[in-house]
């Protein structure tokens, strides 16, 4: 089928045509900007994307072809059964997540070399595609099983989901329409394949339910949200089973209860909250109450009693699996860089669909503390496991540990390819509009443009806390600016063309009136460092505190501590702290300190804390995110 | 080769035959004393003795019945290669367990059903062996793979140094030599095969170290002892591998670094324990003072940074493995049943070659908190991991989680066999001899006769700490008999004949004298309930204590917790404990209660402890060891 040939799609363009990561179809409080909306013009967040077009990835693109993820392609498209298939079941999912973010920073940047990169794989998964739209290269090529023959376990549904993302990606942000073929080729396949009334089964990896929504409101077409609604439905009946005798049960697959019943998120990590984001999708689209009402107090309790104090996901290593409630060791730690970006799109999702603050809250608190830790700041090094605590004599058996530090590439490197694509699009999750006005999430420098208005927004964040905003054009009439008052920001101010305006932290301000040109915006988030205790039943946490300041956790890495104190054995002995810029640190950045011994009966001394996701830049030791209070 | 050929043999048997585990040829500071000088005549651990006898050994029969374990030997025995394996590779150690422990059992009971088992099973063990003396049904039978090929995963040689060891057992406590038979042909196999000089490997799990020292130890064949010194020395270069891609390292084989250079043990507990114990025995027979210095040190870390309160081993359930050091989590804890009796194993050789009574101590406490709490009350029903902390909510997704309660068997059901065989051999672990006198470890109500001494010792312990002593013989001249006085005994005190003996906690009273038929010793250990804190380095269990009394450590149990008392919330707010008669639990103990709270800010009320290797013994449901303190 070809995708000219569907009658819904022009009607489709104009709207989808241009924008970011999810587009409802269906109204939502917020409606998402387009990509060319929103751009980062400077400052912190602005030079990670930068190296994230320019190293990491560039750098990918080498480590796929290494990886001969490509080559794959190339032997499915041969049509020979029995060639040598190369990394895990996977791999496909992996270079099309890097292709999605090629897609998203292509759209930015209009890169030539992405260009072409985009031209040439394309072409070479369109050719390896089976006639009937079936695409997973691991079983098209190493024919050791019938198709969804170990469906748990072999991934073919979720690897065709990560090609429909990024040919969504690809569609919106150039109009180009050949990867959107093939991913209405495979939709189809999987319409013709699953249902109640055809294969009664789903993938053992949850992420089609996403894809399919994105698919739908791309070409309209309510086939695909229906198969979304039937993979969400299907699951939680314990159908799922492990081929592989590695001991999954159906609490690993999201599998042990129905999604709509669902009370905590469990299993697998990145399943979990993949399926759940998908869900959310579904329930936005179909306007299912029930099921919308389930996923937000899925998400409250996942914050409440699953979350560590940085975002990070998952506590348990078996499995990469989410804990019981309040299980949260620190030296445990898991949090898969994964996990806190799919985390990101499901709390996205919530946002546009609520508009309440606390959302907004949480995408930046993962952006900065549970998925920034997962690269270098030179792009070029990865961390699958962000962990919250490393001791002495950390032995790094497991290329994914904390002592192991930040890795090239992995085996399964789904981490590296999911952070480029969300540092690709980034600038998406930073605003919104409604027919009132603009609404904006997240600051830094940025031209932002919606809801009637256009804004420069100008701030040295997170390193300073007062942002700038500019009024370059706005129409006659009264027109609404929200700006996001985060909940950590006490004390904030805001001054609108010079009068005060009395906010709430933890909520939007709202101003509405009647901009001209040239009006200046004033907020003002008090970077005061703050000292935070944990929940009592988690226990790990007890008796200490984690630094914080604005939007990042703080950590100790044992290079930054003199006067002898010991990352294993310090103590604070007093909460009053002190914050000093620091110019010979990764090109300038504030520190905390705060008095401190090392236990049982050290020498004092003051601690250094800097941002935990800055850990590990330079040499690897102990590291805490959580410090004893011996005061 | 038949055992009667050989001539050191006959020569061996005077010392040997008898004996109980471990019988060092080698001159050590203690003797271990025979099957038939001590003898448990009363009291708790008799009945748990007795309940090992009638119920575990009666239904493990059953289980490895039904498993069809025996039938992988009849039909290795057929030699037919290709035919249905059942279970794991390594079934034939599970049985071979078993089947020592109905020997040591038989040996104390002369149980006729046992006899008839035990001859007919090592009838069927002989018929299954290979010429060349290799046994291994599972390469034998399935023969997948050759001999070897898969060393560090088929567990070959684990499987024979299991055999072996029910062989020792057999012949020490019958004379039988059937199966010592079979055990050298085994052990012959292995010393033409491996060596420095021949293939140079070992096998993934160790164990067979031991199994060789003890097979010298009867047999006096110098290469026993010769190649179990080559399995330690080849050990710890990092030569085995993970032909199953489950990721594990030379790490988890306790391969990474030489035994005698290893300062912490680490990866899979069982294995890194096990291997020390036979280095241990390998340093203690050779007099290699280096290795014993070294396994020493491995001994004195593990106990300060690698150990739990309660003497479990093992923080990580990935890989059943060590953690860093002082990473030990509750409610993370693995704690395999298997961990803590082979250090018991390994402690109980220690304290033979240098009689410190702190060997002593940990043997006990393993006993009854980490051992003890594998097995319920009725001897039926199993835990493999013991976890120090169970949460409301906790998932049993796992047969092992305490949240699951103890189970009847498993797929890898080592711990119950494990469990049996040590049970059944308990009594050997309570005396010792020395030329001087007699040294008793561990007490309780039994019949003990060694070093010129024969004593009737009485006590209700671990309930109450009087113990009394009676000499039913003595030489004439003078014994000294030592009493292990433990380490939290304070206050403590010694009546010998009437007259007061000054003693210090954590060393042996030792009285010699000119002893009398009818001399009476008492023994009296304060039983006075104490609160213990953790190392500052353990995170979860700051600003929280344990409850011990005598040699046991306490837990809550939310069956117990009256007045609202949540045990995910309770906190101790002083530590005043009282302690209480409680007839009505497990036919009568004492508990010990607490004043505590809710945190945040709950009700007050009394928390009710019992002896933590008791819970789980009535409904499961939440669970902690470590109590916050809210003082």
Same mark, same amino acid.
């Given at each position: 089928?070809?995708v000219?040939?569907d009658p819904?799609?022009?009607a489709v363009d104009? &709207?989808?045509l241009g924008g970011?990561? *999810?587009?409802?179809?269906?109204?939502?409080v917020?409606?998402?900007?387009?990509?060319?909306d929103?751009?980062?013009?400077d400052?912190?967040l602005s030079r990670?994307? &930068?190296?994230?077009?320019?190293?990491s990835?560039?750098?990918g693109?080498?480590?796929?072809?290494?990886q001969?993820?490509?080559?794959?392609f190339a032997?499915?498209?041969?049509?020979?059964v029995?060639?040598?298939?190369?990394?895990?079941v996977f791999e496909d999912?992996?270079?099309?997540?890097w292709?999605e973010?090629?897609?998203?920073?292509?759209g930015r940047? @209009?890169?030539?070399q992405?260009?072409?990169?985009?031209?040439r794989y394309?072409?070479?998964?369109a050719?390896?595609q089976a006639?009937d739209?079936?695409?997973?290269?691991?079983n098209q090529?190493?024919?050791?099983?019938?198709r969804?023959?170990w469906?748990s376990y072999?991934?073919?549904?979720?690897?065709?989901?990560?090609?429909i993302q990024?040919?969504?990606?690809r569609?919106?942000?150039s109009?180009?329409?050949?990867?959107?073929d093939v991913a209405?080729k495979a939709a189809?396949?999987?319409?013709?394949?699953?249902g109640?009334?055809k294969?009664?089964e789903?993938c053992g990896h949850p992420?089609?339910?996403m894809?399919l929504v994105?698919l739908?409101r791309?070409?309209?077409?309510?086939r695909?949200?229906d198969?979304?609604s039937?993979?969400?439905?299907?699951r939680? #009946?314990?159908?799922l089973?492990?081929?592989?005798? @590695?001991g999954?049960?159906s609490v690993y697959?999201?599998d042990?209860?129905?999604v709509?019943?669902?009370v905590?998120?469990e299993g697998?990590?990145?399943r979990?909250?993949y399926?759940?984001?998908g869900?959310t999708? *579904?329930?936005?689209?179909?306007g299912?109450h029930?099921?919308f009402?389930?996923?937000?107090r899925?998400?409250?309790?996942?914050?409440?009693?699953?979350?560590y104090?940085?975002?990070?996901?998952?506590s348990?290593?078996?499995g990469?699996?989410?804990g019981d409630?309040?299980?949260l060791?620190?030296?445990r730690g898991y949090?898969e860089?994964?996990a806190?970006?799919?985390?990101?799109?499901?709390?996205?999702?919530?946002l546009l669909?609520t508009?309440?603050?606390?959302?907004?809250?949480?995408v930046e608190r993962q952006l900065?503390?549970?998925v920034?830790?997962?690269?270098?700041?030179?792009g070029d090094?990865?961390f699958?496991?962000?962990?919250?605590?490393?001791?002495?004599?950390a032995?790094p058996?497991d290329?994914r540990?904390g002592?192991?530090g930040r890795?090239?590439w992995?085996?399964?490197?789904?981490?590296?390819?999911?952070?480029?694509?969300?540092?690709?699009?980034?600038?998406h999750?930073?605003?919104?509009?409604?027919d009132a006005?603009?609404q904006?999430h997240?600051?830094?420098?940025?031209?932002?443009?919606g809801?009637?208005?256009?804004?420069?927004m100008?701030?040295?964040?997170?390193?300073?806390?007062?942002?700038e905003?500019i009024?370059?054009d706005a129409?006659d009439g009264?027109?609404?600016l929200?700006?996001r *008052?985060?909940?950590w920001?006490?004390?904030a101010t805001?001054?609108?063309?010079?009068?005060?305006?009395?906010?709430?932290?933890?909520?939007y301000?709202?101003?509405?009136?009647?901009?001209r040109?040239g009006?200046?915006?004033?907020l003002?988030l008090?970077?005061?460092?703050?000292?935070?205790?944990g929940h009592?039943?988690?226990d790990a946490?007890?008796?200490?505190?984690t630094?914080e300041?604005g939007?990042?956790?703080?950590?100790?890495? #044992?290079?930054?501590?003199g006067?002898?104190?010991?990352?294993?054995?310090?103590a604070?002995?007093?909460t009053?702290?002190a914050q000093e810029?620091?110019?010979?640190?990764?090109g300038?950045i504030? *520190?905390i300190t705060?008095?401190a011994r090392?236990?049982?009966d050290?020498?004092?001394?003051?601690?250094?804390?800097?941002?935990?996701?800055?850990?590990?830049?330079?040499e690897?030791g102990?590291?805490?995110?959580w410090?004893?209070i011996?005061?």
């Amino acid at each position: 089928m070809s995708v000219q040939s569907d009658p819904t799609i022009t009607a489709v363009d104009a &709207q989808s045509l241009g924008g970011g990561p *999810v587009q409802p179809r269906a109204a939502t409080v917020l409606t998402p900007l387009g990509f060319a909306d929103v751009r980062l013009t400077d400052g912190f967040l602005s030079r990670l994307q &930068q190296e994230n077009a320019t190293t990491s990835i560039v750098r990918g693109q080498q480590h796929l072809d290494r990886q001969q993820a490509w080559t794959n392609f190339a032997n499915a498209a041969s049509g020979t059964v029995g060639q040598p298939y190369h990394g895990p079941v996977f791999e496909d999912g992996e270079a099309f997540k890097w292709l999605e973010a090629t897609a998203w920073e292509h759209g930015r940047s @209009q890169d030539q070399q992405l260009a072409e990169w985009l031209e040439r794989y394309i072409e070479l998964v369109a050719s390896a595609q089976a006639p009937d739209g079936y695409l997973s290269t691991f079983n098209q090529i190493a024919g050791k099983r019938d198709r969804y023959e170990w469906i748990s376990y072999d991934h073919e549904i979720f690897n065709m989901a990560t090609m429909i993302q990024a040919a969504v990606a690809r569609y919106r942000t150039s109009g180009a329409r050949e990867l959107l073929d093939v991913a209405r080729k495979a939709a189809d396949h999987l319409d013709a394949t699953f249902g109640f009334d055809k294969r009664r089964e789903m993938c053992g990896h949850p992420l089609v339910e996403m894809a399919l929504v994105e698919l739908y409101r791309v070409t309209g077409e309510r086939r695909y949200l229906d198969l979304a609604s039937y993979f969400v439905e299907a699951r939680g #009946h314990g159908t799922l089973t492990d081929p592989t005798w @590695q001991g999954w049960t159906s609490v690993y697959f999201s599998d042990r209860i129905p999604v709509r019943d669902t009370v905590y998120p469990e299993g697998h990590a990145v399943r979990a909250v993949y399926l759940a984001a998908g869900a959310t999708d *579904v329930a936005v689209e179909t306007g299912d109450h029930e099921l919308f009402a389930a996923m937000r107090r899925q998400w409250d309790n996942m914050v409440e009693a699953k979350m560590y104090v940085n975002g990070s996901l998952g506590s348990r290593w078996e499995g990469e699996a989410f804990g019981d409630p309040y299980e949260l060791p620190s030296d445990r730690g898991y949090g898969e860089t994964c996990a806190a970006i799919a985390s990101i799109q499901w709390t996205w999702r919530l946002l546009l669909a609520t508009g309440e603050a606390k959302y907004a809250d949480l995408v930046e608190r993962q952006l900065y503390n549970a998925v920034l830790s997962g690269v270098t700041l030179a792009g070029d090094r990865y961390f699958y496991v962000n962990t919250l605590q490393v001791r002495e004599g950390a032995i790094p058996y497991d290329d994914r540990m904390g002592a192991a530090g930040r890795q090239e590439w992995f085996g399964c490197s789904c981490c590296p390819t999911n952070l480029m694509r969300t540092l690709a699009s980034w600038h998406h999750y930073m605003a919104t509009a409604t027919d009132a006005g603009l609404q904006v999430h997240q600051y830094g420098s940025a031209t932002v443009c919606g809801g009637g208005l256009q804004l420069s927004m100008a701030s040295d964040y997170p390193w300073r806390g007062d942002i700038e905003f500019i009024v370059d054009d706005a129409p006659d009439g009264e027109r609404e600016l929200s700006l996001r *008052v985060p909940g950590w920001a006490a004390g904030a101010t805001l001054e609108v063309v010079g009068d005060p305006v009395p906010i709430v932290p933890g909520e939007y301000a709202r101003v509405r009136r009647s901009w001209r040109t040239g009006d200046v915006v004033r907020l003002v988030l008090p970077m005061t460092p703050r000292t935070t205790r944990g929940h009592h039943r988690v226990d790990a946490v007890r008796g200490s505190v984690t630094i914080e300041r604005g939007p990042l956790v703080y950590a100790i890495e #044992h290079v930054d501590q003199g006067a002898g104190l010991r990352v294993d054995d310090v103590a604070i002995v007093s909460t009053d702290l002190a914050q000093e810029w620091r110019d010979d640190l990764f090109g300038g950045i504030p *520190v905390i300190t705060a008095a401190a011994r090392n236990l049982p009966d050290g020498d004092v001394g003051r601690l250094v804390a800097i941002p935990y996701f800055m850990w590990a830049n330079r040499e690897i030791g102990p590291m805490k995110v959580w410090l004893p209070i011996d005061a």
